[in-house]
């Protein structure tokens, strides 16, 4: 009787400390989470995120993972958007003009000529008037900005003609973001605005469906556009920053300091990759003056010419947000 109670007692020490084990293994699976952009893999954005996710799988000792898929694996921008706003991406990679058709507010920072240099598009996105973008964004949207990241100034790159002016973009085909205020920006320049897909730009260009296209140079020079254009056009029309963003749907995934620490990789990463990106600007601009010739065209034709265009959006954006910016 006692032999029997005996291994019945160590039957039940087994089985306990065989579910123990099982249990433990189970806590210590990491979640796993997706960032996706549309970035090539050598462009410094999917470099900075991939430094991001090292960082959150460090920090969380290896309790968070995050994959990054870079080049549109995952989707196009108007595809990751939406996904990341229903949880189906985790984290995503852009401009916030991919979500302003369902929060027509942050359409303010992609007006061209909205600023007036670097300087002052950081003193901007550093304030309270950005943060306020960033509060509505979240409520409309589903997704959560973690960090900005410097994306360069926006140039214009052209074939068989040079714009000098604002005039000389008269007729021309130019592929334009499927956003509304790039659409309308180069609709009031007189361009013919041609949504194409960020990946098939450059076969666009090649086959000359469109005459141009209009991107920084860190990635007019990664996407390899100057090799189908004749003239890179300095019109530093859009000062331009990328933001992480998270889904409500991955927030609801980790503890809050987990969460935190997401959000203090973000920073940390941004804060390494603005200044880096800010200093190798001009270097790529040197790179594609190789083959396409360089204009210094009359800025202040564009900026005369897209004035009236902040007419069409003034009641879109937040009241007073316009004002607030110009005196920044």
Same mark, same amino acid.
């Given at each position: 009787?006692?032999?029997?109670?005996?291994? =019945?007692?160590?039957?039940?020490?087994?089985?306990?400390?065989?579910?123990?084990?099982?249990?433990?293994?189970?806590?210590?699976?990491?979640?796993?989470?997706?960032?996706?952009?549309?970035?090539?893999?050598?462009?410094?954005?999917?470099?900075?995120?991939?430094?991001?996710?090292?960082?959150?799988?460090?920090?969380?000792?290896?309790?968070?993972?995050?994959?990054?898929?870079?080049?549109?694996?995952?989707?196009?921008?108007?595809?990751?958007?939406?996904?990341?706003?229903?949880?189906?991406?985790?984290?995503?990679?852009?401009?916030?003009?991919?979500?302003?058709?369902?929060?027509?507010?942050?359409?303010?920072?992609?007006?061209?000529?909205?600023?007036?240099?670097?300087?002052?598009?950081?003193?901007?996105?550093?304030?309270?008037?950005?943060?306020?973008?960033?509060?509505? =964004?979240?409520?409309?949207?589903?997704?959560?900005?973690?960090?900005?990241?410097?994306?360069?100034?926006?140039?214009?790159?052209?074939?068989?003609?040079? =714009?000098?002016?604002?005039?000389?973009?008269?007729?021309?085909?130019?592929?334009?973001?499927?956003?509304? =205020?790039?659409?309308?920006?180069?609709?009031?320049?007189?361009?013919?605005?041609?949504?194409?897909?960020?990946?098939?730009?450059?076969?666009?260009?090649?086959?000359?469906?469109?005459?141009?296209?209009?991107?920084?140079?860190?990635?007019?020079?990664?996407?390899?556009?100057?090799?189908?254009?004749?003239?890179?056009?300095?019109?530093?029309?859009?000062?331009?920053?990328?933001?992480?963003?998270?889904?409500?749907?991955?927030?609801?995934?980790?503890?809050?300091?987990?969460?935190?620490?997401?959000?203090?990789?973000?920073?940390?990463v941004a804060a390494e990759h603005n200044p880096k990106a800010v200093e190798l600007e001009q270097g790529f601009i040197e790179q594609i003056g190789q083959t396409c010739q360089i204009i210094q065209p009359d800025i202040e034709s564009f900026r005369q010419k897209i004035a009236p265009m902040y007419d069409q959006f003034k009641d879109k954006w937040l009241e007073g947000m316009y004002e607030e910016i110009q005196a920044m």
């Amino acid at each position: 009787m006692q032999k029997t109670l005996w291994k =019945l007692l160590s039957l039940t020490l087994v089985i306990l400390m065989t579910l123990s084990v099982v249990v433990s293994s189970a806590s210590a699976e990491p979640i796993t989470l997706r960032l996706g952009h549309t970035q090539p893999a050598e462009h410094m954005i999917n470099i900075s995120a991939m430094a991001f996710a090292d960082m959150v799988k460090e920090k969380t000792n290896g309790e968070v993972v995050i994959d990054v898929y870079p080049t549109e694996t995952l989707g196009t921008n108007t595809e990751l958007s939406e996904a990341c706003s229903r949880g189906d991406v985790d984290f995503y990679v852009s401009a916030t003009g991919q979500y302003t058709q369902r929060y027509a507010p942050f359409t303010i920072v992609e007006a061209f000529y909205m600023f007036r240099d670097q300087e002052h598009m950081f003193k901007f996105y550093q304030s309270a008037a950005h943060d306020k973008l960033v509060e509505g =964004l979240a409520q409309a949207c589903s997704v959560h900005i973690l960090a900005d990241l410097y994306y360069g100034a926006r140039q214009m790159t052209t074939s068989g003609k040079p =714009l000098n002016t604002a005039d000389d973009l008269n007729g021309l085909k130019m592929r334009a973001a499927n956003e509304p =205020l790039p659409i309308a920006a180069f609709t009031q320049l007189g361009a013919v605005p041609t949504p194409i897909a960020y990946n098939e730009t450059y076969l666009a260009l090649q086959q000359h469906t469109v005459d141009g296209q209009e991107n920084p140079p860190a990635s007019i020079y990664a996407m390899k556009f100057f090799e189908v254009q004749d003239y890179l056009n300095l019109t530093y029309h859009q000062f331009q920053m990328l933001s992480i963003f998270m889904s409500d749907a991955a927030m609801k995934k980790l503890s809050q300091e987990q969460i935190d620490i997401v959000y203090e990789c973000a920073r940390a990463v941004a804060a390494e990759h603005n200044p880096k990106a800010v200093e190798l600007e001009q270097g790529f601009i040197e790179q594609i003056g190789q083959t396409c010739q360089i204009i210094q065209p009359d800025i202040e034709s564009f900026r005369q010419k897209i004035a009236p265009m902040y007419d069409q959006f003034k009641d879109k954006w937040l009241e007073g947000m316009y004002e607030e910016i110009q005196a920044m």
